[in-house]
C-alpha cells in the first residue's frame, strides 16, 4: 500500500520539475540533484511522543540550496533545521506543521512565498517519499516576483499616466522623440498614441524646432521645468501651452516627463489686457485733445503728448505736481486767476467745465486759449480716487471760425462778397442817409463758351479777372459782390449819375486792360439809381438789370464776332490747320458739293464746315498735336475728344449752331468704326462725308508734321483701297475725277 502511493507521488514530483523531460542516466539521486539549478533538500521529520511532529533534521542537500539556503552542506548534515536556522522558531510561517502535513496527508504540499530566513522569495514544494522522510524543493523566484512587483507598479502608473486629465508626455531628452503619451494628450492633440510615439516634439512646434530643442535640455539640465510654447494640433490650429518638464529615471533609464496646460485663453485675455492697455495708451496720445490724470490729492499723474505740446511741461518732470502749478489758468477778459477744476471735482464729485475765454498760462509764460472739461475718476464702489480733465487749444477753432464767417460771406473762387451777405447789405444800405444809391450789374460774355474752349481753368481765370478789374474800378466804400455764376451786382453809397457812370467808364478800362489772355474780357454792364427814399430798391435791381441785358443785345453780335476771330486765330496759332488748307478743302468740298447739285444754303454750310471743322482741337493740349511720333493710346484719346469739344464751342454761337451737329460726326467712317457715335454709312450726314474725303486728300497731298506729303496718285491710290470702309465710295469718286481733269 505505501509503495504503490510512494510511486504515485514520486510521479507527481517529477510533473513538478520544470523544462522537458529528459531520459537520464540511472545515477543516484544525489548525483542528480548535484545538476538541478533549483535547491534540494532531504529531511527527517522528528515526532515527539505524543505523535506531533516538532522539528527535522538535514540528511542531505545539494547546492541549489547551499544557494538560496545561505549555508554549507557539510555543516547542516545531521543537525535539526532550528539549529541551523535559529529564526525559524520566531518565523512568521509555521515550516514544521507545512513539512509535517506532506509527511501525514501523503500529499505533495506546495506554497509560494517570501522566507525570511533566506531573505529571498521561494516556491517550496514539500513530498514524503516515505515514512517520515521528506523531500523539499526551493525555487528561487525573487527576480521573478521583483519584476512582477514592478510590472504591477508599471500598470498602475500606466493607468495613472493614461486616465490623468492633464495632457502628458513622456520624451527622449536629447532627440525629443516621443515615447508615450496619454489618452489626455492624443484627445488634444488630435493624433492617435501610435501616432504620436512615431514623432518628436519638435514636430508639434515647428516653427519652434531649435528652441524646442533647447528648452528640452534646459528642463532635462533641472535649469528651468516651464516653458510656454506654441503647439499645432493636426488640424493645423496653434493653441499656445504651458509645458512643465521634469527628468525622471526608469529601468536605468532617464526619460523627459513633461504635464502640458491647454493656456490658450489665459494668454488671450493677457493679449487683449496688453492690447486694450496699449490701445488705451495710443488713443491717449493719439486724440487731439490733451488729456491729464491726477490722484485724489490733486497731484498730476499722467499727461498725454498733446497735453505737454500745450503746456509746455514734459511728463516725467510734471509727476507728482500739483495740478495748480502746471494748468496756470486765468480769465482771458479781466487776466485774474481761474478757480482750480481739479479742486471743484473733488469737492462736488461733478463734471467741471472752464468758462468761456480761458487762457493756459503755458511752461513759457505763453497764454493759450482753451476749453476744457474735468471729470471725476471712481471705483466700483463710488469713491473718487482722481481726476482727468480733457482740454483742447482752441487756437486753431477760432481762426476756423474766422474763416468760415469769411467763406459765409465770400465767393471762394473771386474773394468777392458773395449773394448771401450783398443781399444783407442790401437791406442795410436801403436807409435815406445812403442816397443816392447807384446799382451797376454786370454779365460776363463768352464764360461757357471759354469753359467749352478752353475748360473750367480758364473760364475760373476769366471770372477773377472780371473781378480784379471790377476792384480796380471801384472805391473802398463800394460793395462788390458775385451775383451769380456769371453775374456780378456793385453797390455804390452815396453816388448820384454821374459818378457812376464814370465808375463805369473805369471797369470797361480795366476790362480792356485784363484782355491780355485767348479769350477776351468782355463785361455787359447796366446800371440805376435810387435818388428818393419812396423808390424801391427792387425795382432799382430791375432796371439795371434790364439796361444789362440791352447792352448784352446790342454787344452781343460783335462779341461773338470776336470770338469766332479769336478761336480761329488761336487755331491757327497752333498750327493744327492753315487758312490755305481752310481754303483748299472748302474749294474741294464746294466743288463735290455743287456736282451734287446741292442748294445755296447747304453749300453755305459746307463753307462753314470746312472751315471750322476742327475748331474742338483749341482744347486739345499743343504737345500732343505736334507729335512727331505714333500717339500713344492715352494721347489718341485726348485727341479723339475734339468733335465734342467743337460741338460745345459752335452750339452756343448762334451763327455757328447749324454746322454744330457736322462737326461733332465729321470723323464717322462708312463702315461705323469711326467716332464719337460709331455712325454707319448712310446715317452719316452727307456734308460729313465730302469733308472726311476732302480732309483726307489735302492732308496727303500737302503732308503735316506727323506725316510727310504723298503725290496726288499715291493719295487717289489710298483713297480708292479706302473707299467703302473709311469713306463714302460715290464721294470718292467725284474727287477722283475732278481731280484727275
Known amino acids: ?178 515615447i508615450d503619451a496619454n489618452l489626455a494628450a492624443c484627445a488634444f492633440y488630435g493624433y492617435a498614441r501610435e501616432e504620436l510615439k512615431n514623432m518628436h516634439v519638435q514636430e508639434i512646434s515647428p516653427s519652434l524646432s531649435d528652441e524646442m530643442k533647447k528648452r528640452h535640455l534646459d528642463a532635462w539640465n533641472q535649469d528651468h521645468k516651464y516653458f510656454l510654447f506654441p503647439h499645432r494640433l493636426k488640424n493645423g490650429e496653434i493653441r499656445m501651452v504651458d509645458v512643465y518638464s521634469s527628468p525622471i529615471h526608469y529601468r536605468e533609464k532617464t526619460q523627459c516627463y513633461s504635464i502640458i496646460f491647454d493656456v490658450t485663453n489665459r494668454e488671450k485675455y493677457k493679449e487683449d489686457l496688453y492690447h486694450e492697455k496699449e490701445l488705451l495708451n495710443i488713443t491717449l496720445n493719439s486724440i487731439g485733445d490733451g488729456v491729464v490724470t491726477t490722484d485724489k490729492h490733486g497731484r498730476i499723474t499722467m499727461l498725454n503728448r498733446v497735453a505737454q505740446e500745450i503746456t509746455g511741461w514734459d511728463e516725467q518732470e510734471s509727476q507728482a505736481m500739483d495740478f495748480p502749478d502746471v494748468f496756470q489758468l486765468q480769465s482771458e477778459e479781466t487776466g485774474k486767476r481761474v478757480d482750480d477744476p481739479v479742486a471743484k471735482v473733488m469737492q462736488t464729485g461733478n463734471i467741471i467745465g472752464l468758462a468761456n475765454h480761458t487762457v493756459l498760462i503755458n511752461k513759457q509764460g505763453n497764454a493759450i486759449p482753451i476749453a476744457d472739461s474735468a471729470a471725476p475718476i471712481k471705483d466700483g464702489q463710488g469713491n473718487i480716487f482722481g481726476v482727468v480733465m480733457v482740454f483742447r487749444d482752441v487756437s486753431q477753432d477760432r481762426k476756423q471760425q474766422e474763416q468760415i464767417l469769411y467763406l459765409s460771406y465770400h465767393d471762394a473762387l473771386t474773394g468777392l462778397y458773395n449773394r448771401r451777405f450783398i443781399m444783407e447789405e442790401l437791406k442795410r444800405l436801403n436807409t435815406a442817409r445812403q442816397l443816392p444809391l447807384a446799382v451797376i450789374i454786370g454779365d460776363v460774355n463768352g464764360l461757357k463758351i471759354t469753359n467749352d474752349a478752353f475748360g473750367h481753368e480758364a473760364g475760373d481765370g476769366l471770372l477773377k479777372k472780371v473781378a480784379a478789374a471790377l476792384k480796380a474800378s471801384c472805391r473802398e466804400e463800394d460793395i462788390i459782390a458775385r451775383w451769380g455764376g456769371d453775374e456780378f451786382l456793385i453797390l455804390l453809397p452815396k453816388t448820384p449819375v454821374k459818378a457812376a457812370q464814370t465808375i463805369i467808364q473805369r471797369m470797361k478800362y480795366h476790362f480792356d486792360r485784363k484782355s491780355n489772355g485767348v479769350m477776351p474780357v468782355s463785361v455787359s454792364l447796366g446800371y440805376a439809381v435810387k435818388e428818393t427814399k419812396d423808390e424801391k430798391l427792387t425795382d432799382i435791381l430791375k432796371e439795371a438789370e434790364k439796361w444789362m441785358y440791352r447792352k448784352k443785345l446790342l454787344e452781343g453780335e460783335s462779341y461773338r464776332s470776336s470770338i469766332i476771330r479769336t478761336l480761329l486765330a488761336t487755331l491757327y496759332e497752333k498750327n493744327i490747320a492753315t487758312e490755305e488748307h481752310s481754303k483748299r478743302l472748302e474749294n474741294y468740298c464746294l466743288a463735290i458739293g455743287k456736282e451734287l447739285k446741292l442748294p445755296d444754303e447747304e453749300l453755305n454750310e459746307l463753307s462753314l464746315l470746312a472751315m471750322l471743322h476742327d475748331i474742338g482741337k483749341i482744347g486739345i493740349p499743343h504737345q500732343i498735336l505736334q507729335k512727331p511720333k505714333p500717339l500713344s493710346s492715352e494721347e489718341w484719346e485726348e485727341i479723339k475728344r475734339h468733335p465734342e469739344i467743337g460741338y460745345r464751342i459752335t452750339k452756343n454761337i448762334p451763327e455757328l449752331a447749324m454746322v454744330s451737329e457736322y462737326i461733332l460726326l465729321h470723323h464717322e467712317r462708312w463702315d461705323g468704326k469711326g467716332y464719337p457715335k460709331g455712325y454707319k454709312g448712310e446715317d452719316i450726314p452727307l456734308l460729313c462725308r465730302i469733308l472726311a474725303v476732302a480732309d483726307a486728300y489735302d492732308v496727303m497731298t500737302q503732308g503735316r508734321v506727323y506725316r510727310k506729303a504723298c503725290s496726288r496718285e499715291e493719295a487717289i491710290a489710298e483713297l480708292k483701297q479706302n473707299a467703302g470702309t473709311q469713306f463714302d465710295p460715290g464721294i470718292v469718286d467725284l474727287l477722283v475725277k475732278m481731280v484727275c481733269n
Open 1 to 178: 500500500m505505501r509503495r504503490r502511493t510512494g510511486q504515485k507521488n514520486k510521479h507527481h514530483f517529477s510533473d513538478r520539475l520544470k523544462g522537458p523531460l529528459v531520459r537520464m542516466p540511472q545515477y543516484p539521486l544525489y548525483d542528480l540533484t548535484q545538476y538541478l539549478p533549483i535547491g534540494y533538500a532531504y529531511q527527517k521529520l522528528m515526532i515527539n511522543s505524543k505523535g506531533a511532529a516538532e522539528d527535522c533534521v538535514f540528511l542531505d542537500a545539494n547546492p541549489g540550496f547551499e544557494k538560496i539556503a545561505g549555508v554549507n552542506r557539510k555543516s547542516i548534515i545531521g543537525k535539526k533545521a532550528t539549529d541551523v536556522f535559529p529564526r525559524l522558531k520566531t518565523s512568521d510561517f509555521d515550516w514544521i506543521a507545512f513539512l509535517s502535513k506532506a509527511v501525514f496527508s501523503d500529499k505533495t504540499q506546495e506554497t509560494t512565498r517570501y522566507i525570511d530566513i533566506f531573505g529571498r522569495w521561494c516556491r517550496v514544494i514539500a513530498y514524503s517519499p516515505k515514512n517520515r522522510y521528506l523531500v523539499t524543493i526551493f525555487q528561487d523566484i525573487t527576480v521573478e516576483r521583483q519584476l512582477a512587483e514592478e510590472m504591477e507598479h508599471s500598470v498602475n502608473l500606466q493607468a495613472m499616466f493614461d486616465e490623468h486629465a492633464a495632457v502628458m508626455l513622456l520624451t527622449e531628452p536629447l532627440t525629443g522623440k516621443i
